[in-house]
Structures are given as C-alpha cells and as structure tokens.
C-alpha cells in the first residue's frame, strides 16, 4: 500500500528554487516562467521604443491597446448573458428579489449559486433581496436549518432587506384559497394516490386519457363548506385536499389541477403558525407571496420551467399583482451526492462526521473546511449564468479555490509526519526573519529559530539513494528552505521493531548547490492534528453505481495525521484571522476556520471546529497546485 504521507508530499519532488517569487517549483515550471519572463522583457523593451517614436512622431501613434483585467468582473454576469436579458424584459425599479428556501435541510453548493443570483441582481440594479422561508412542510422542518440558513447567507456577505415567512401569510393564503373556489376554479378532492395518478394519464402522463375526477362537478356551496372542515381539522390527513382547477387537456404536467391545500401525515404542529392544521402548497404559496411582497424578477432554476405556466396562472385568475418568473440553470458538482436523503444516510451511517464534514458539498461543510466565502462567488462568477444545467467537475472548483487562496492567505510551514534531523555543527540557535509571502510585503515576516535539531517530512527521507531523486538521502545534499545553508545527511538511526527511522544526523555542506528544497520545523514547534481530505466517492457519479451510491464510497477519503508539527508562526496567523478579510467573516462571529494558510510543499489549510485550547486540528482546504510534468 502506498504511504499516505508520500502522496501528500510525491508532488513536490524535483523542486527548484524560483527567485523571483521564492516559490519551489518543478524545472518544467521554472523553464516556462524563465521563458514567459523573457517574452516579457522583450515586449517591454519593444514598447518602450515604440513610446519613443511616438514622442518623435505622435502623428504616428496607434491607439493604446485596453489592458487585459486581471480577474473577472464581479457585475459581469448581471452585465451580460442571461440575467442581463432578464432585466430588459421588465426593466423596472426597484427590483425586488427573494431567496426563497425551505427550511427542511442544509444549504448545498448549487445553493451558492441562487444566493448570488438573487442577491447580486437586486444589488446591481440597486434593489433589495428578502430572504423568505417556505416554511409550508412543517413534518420536515426544524430550527437549526433556519438558523443555518441565515448564518450561511451572512457568511456570503449578503444582508436581506427582510427575513419573512410563508407562515405569516397564511390567513391571506386562505382567503384567496376560497376566492379560487368562488371563481370555480378551485375544488376540494378526495382521491388517492393512485387515482389521482391514472386521472393524470399514469406514468409519466402516457398510460392513458387523462380525465377530471367526479369532486371537480362539486359546486360552490359544498367546496367551500368541505375547505373550512379541512381548515376545523375534521378530515383525516391526506384524506381531502383542495386542487386548483386549471387545463386537464394542457400538455403541461403543471397545469393537471395541482394541489393547493393538504393536510400533512405527521400533523406536526407549526412554529410559527401552531392552530393551522392544513398548509398550503409550494404551487399555491410561491406565486402568490412573490405578489405580497412586490417581487419584480422571480429568479429560480430551470426544474421549475414548467411551473411558470401555472405560476402566471394562479396570479391571473386572482387578478393580482404579477412578477415575472424566469429560470436558470442549476449548478451540479460530479464526483459527490446532494440530495437529502442520501446525505442522511452519510451522516446516520457514521460515514461521515456529520452534516458539516469537509468531504461533504454542503455550505456547512463547504464553511468548515475552510473555503473563503469570497471564493465560492469568485466560482459563480467565472461559471457565468446561462438556462443550460451545469455539472461541473470537483477538481475545477478546487482550482478556483486555489487560484483565491494563492495571493490571500501567509504561508508558514508545517510536517506532517516529522522525523528529527541533528544538525551537528549548528553551535546556537539562529532567529530567522522570514516572510509570510514571498509575493506580497504586506503579509510582513515572522521570527522562526534555526535549531540544532530540526523536524522534516518522513517522506523527504530515503534510506538509501536512487536515481532521480533529489531529497535527503545518506550522502546527498538538501535545501531547507529560508536557511542560510543546506545540509547534508550523514548517518541515521532506526527502530528494529517497526522498520521507522527514527532520526538523522547532518552537516552543514556550504559548497553544494541543492536540487531541492524542502520545509521543515524547529524543534519545540506546536504540535497538533491534520486530516487530508480526499473524495468520498470513488466514481464521478456514485447514484450510478451498482448497488448505490454506499458502495462507491472511498475508503482513503480521510488520512488524520496525530503527531504533525507546525512552526510558531501559526500563534500569530491565528491572532490576526480571519485570512483573507471578507464582508461575511469581519464581524467577529466567524469560527476557526477563518485561520487559513498555505502549508509550504503541502498544500492549503484551516482550523477545524474540533480544536480546543489544548488541541489545534486542521483541515486541508485543498492542495497545491500540481504541474502535470510532475512524477
């Protein structure tokens, strides 16, 4: 079996120092920066003769080419493209927004995108946004997803204009239930399930005829009547319900006489509503509540096309204020489930640590394994807004997440699995001054002290020299990055029993030049915990796998590292969290996760919800970049 630790660390082998940047890259990389580089000096060079001829010349001076921009423009979706057609269809103002969720789970990563959509449309055309809750299922709710939700929607930065509910319409809802019933185009039914499925044409609309049933003949007098009883609580659940009577003969499945009114299985009492015992539908409910609350653009995902017809429907037969409904493509990652249901099964089969584990493409676990906020927008942005479903691969979102973290967050170094290293001619310690960023002044430095004793990777250690490999290894000569000089490995020790090395004994060698570099610790560093998060299903899509999708879950998803080590620099990153600064984390209610760095050679990281003053555990946010030159 592969050594874990040597995965972790396999992509860094054949490093070289770049000296521009103070970054360890392959030579592949450092030949293509070296060449970019040049490329660039000669434009340079080329541009500044050409500025001197048009001073001699203006005459001849072409027009100044614009500059490409550096990263994607944040409004541009709302510019351009789909959401910016939408505007022209009814370009009114103020644009009012909802983001309408049920509160009867957690927010998933595709939720990411409907939160930016709706909030960021009514932003740019200087609207606002009401985070409403279609709390109408009161069997399936439950207080810690409202709280959740209005947690995960401050964390991206987004304020509500108001925080409403469907439940405070329910009087309103009622009223206009029977003024449907009035205008004949509502009845209270009492079929079952499998009657109601033949009246609808049986599977998928194609058994058969499809045909009204008796209750629709009912007048007036007796649906009202039979409505306020299921409103009294005199029928049985799922014994009556009221239907809208809209085009049996229409060739769109939303307009086969929906139900507007049920009476739930479980009657479970309502939070915020509890003498109601018959709750209206998302069909009923949405359209209306989008009119009470002056919704101007109703932006939701494409699953509900369909339902655009009895949406406009419903507004028009009541005669009141219509929005306009238009749909958007969902947002889909391959390579992991979101559905509810299987989720649970996750979390209740102890697969995962919960809702929240980091393996998970839920917000909550999206949050804990330390993803920016700023990041899953800077996803949405670049995937841009069209009608088409997106399904996009894991690996493209961790690059965006990369890309954000690069230029953000300090780097110190830390060693997973540390093996100590004797440097015999080191007389006293040496306090280094080293920076947080190569890149940046701004992230400023940090003492680290240069013992006699020193921790590096397991995995940078060989017993015994090989071709092509450039770590340390007896006899061979190593880099430690940020050192004055890079040392060389002359003996080692090892435990019989387990076959561990179990320390190393160096030399200064100050007249190599070394092919690599590796990080490393001082001695007395922090110890503390690191879990690597791999995929937690080994397919691309685990509900097609045979016998479901807990027969593709991987069996290395989670490697824990107990014994890890991190230099001191860490005390001080942690104080000055969160890294980077963002709109949905400055406000002093954001959880350890806002501690992120970059690992150097490992990858990126933050602090778990599991640490504790005695105990620091930490997250892999996602790892390094990886050249596909590397071996």
């Known amino acids: 079996m592969a050594d874990p630790v040597a995965e972790v660390t396999e992509a860094t082998v054949k490093l070289v120092l770049d000296d521009v940047t103070g970054e360890m890259v392959t030579r592949n990389e450092l030949k293509k920066r070296t060449q970019k580089r040049t490329r660039k000096a000669a434009n340079q060079a080329r541009s500044k003769e050409a500025a001197e001829q048009r001073e001699k010349n203006p005459k001849a001076a072409p027009k100044p080419k614009a500059e490409e921009p550096t990263q994607l423009d944040p409004d541009a979706m709302f510019k351009q493209g789909f959401l910016s057609e939408v505007y022209k269809e009814r370009p009114v103002k103020p644009v009012v927004t909802r983001f309408p969720p049920e509160p009867n789970g957690y927010l998933h990563l595709g939720h990411a995108k409907a939160i930016a959509i709706d909030f960021g449309f009514a932003r740019y055309h200087g609207g606002n946004t009401i985070l409403r809750f279609d709390d109408t299922n009161p069997d399936e709710e439950e207080e810690v997803y409202f709280e959740w939700i209005i947690k995960i929607v401050k964390w991206l930065g987004f304020t509500p204009s108001a925080i409403t509910y469907s439940s405070d319409y329910f009087q309103r809802l009622f009223d206009l239930a029977k003024e449907l019933i009035k205008k004949e185009k509502a009845y209270v039914c009492h079929c079952n399930e499998a009657e109601i499925k033949l009246q609808r044409g049986g599977k998928e609309g194609k058994e058969g005829p499809r045909y009204r049933c008796k209750h629709a003949e009912q007048d007036v007098e007796t649906n009202l009547q039979k409505f306020q009883d299921m409103h009294d609580g005199k029928y049985e659940p799922q014994t009556a319900f009221l239907r809208m009577k809209q085009d049996i003969e229409n060739g769109n499945p939303q307009m086969w006489d929906l139900a507007a009114y049920r009476i739930p299985k479980k009657q479970k009492q309502h939070v915020r509503a509890p003498t109601w015992k018959i709750f209206p539908t998302y069909d009923f409910t949405h359209c209306l509540v989008d009119s009470f609350e002056n919704i101007t653009h109703s932006l939701c995902t494409t699953e509900f096309i369909l339902s655009r017809e009895s949406y406009e429907w419903l507004n028009k037969s009541l005669e009141v204020y219509e929005p306009m409904q238009r749909e958007f493509g969902r947002l889909n990652v391959s390579g992991t489930i979101m559905s509810k249901r299987a989720l649970k099964k996750l979390v209740e089969g102890g697969v995962v640590r919960g809702w929240d584990d980091p393996r998970l493409y839920t917000l909550i676990a999206i949050r804990r394994r330390g993803i920016p906020p700023g990041a899953l927008l800077a996803f949405v942005n670049e995937l841009g807004v069209t009608t088409a479903k997106t399904v996009i691969q894991i690996v493209r979102f961790e690059q965006t997440v990369r890309r954000y973290l690069e230029n953000t967050v300090p780097r110190v170094s830390l060693v997973l699995d540390p093996v100590p290293v004797t440097i015999e001619d080191i007389e006293e310690t040496i306090d280094l001054d080293v920076p947080y960023s190569p890149k940046d002044p701004k992230f400023g430095t940090h003492k680290v002290r240069f013992t006699k004793t020193v921790y590096i990777d397991r995995s940078d250690f060989r017993e015994e020299d090989i071709k092509g490999y450039f770590r340390l290894a007896p006899g061979k000569t190593v880099g430690l990055l940020n050192t004055p000089h890079p040392i060389k490995a002359t003996s080692f020790t090892k435990d019989e029993a387990t076959g561990k090395v179990t320390g ?64 001191e620099g860490f005390n001080e990153i942690r104080q000055k969290a969160p890294w980077p600064v963002t709109a949905g984390e400055a406000e002093g209610d954001s959880g350890p996760e806002t501690v992120r760095f970059q690992a150097l050679r490992v990858g990126y990281f933050a602090m778990d919800s599991d640490s504790t003053d005695d105990k620091i555990v930490l997250n892999r946010i996602v790892s390094l970049k990886e050249d596909s030159g590397k071996n």
């Open 504 to 567: 190393i004994s160096a030399v200064f060698d100050k007249e190599s030049k070394p092919k690599t570099y590796i990080q490393w610790v001082p001695d007395n560093s922090i110890k503390l915990e690191v879990r690597i998060h791999r995929p937690l299903f080994k397919s691309d899509d685990p509900t097609a796998v045979e016998g479901g999708f807990m027969n593709d879950i991987n069996p290395d998803s989670e490697t824990v590292y107990t014994e890890a080590l991190i230099e």
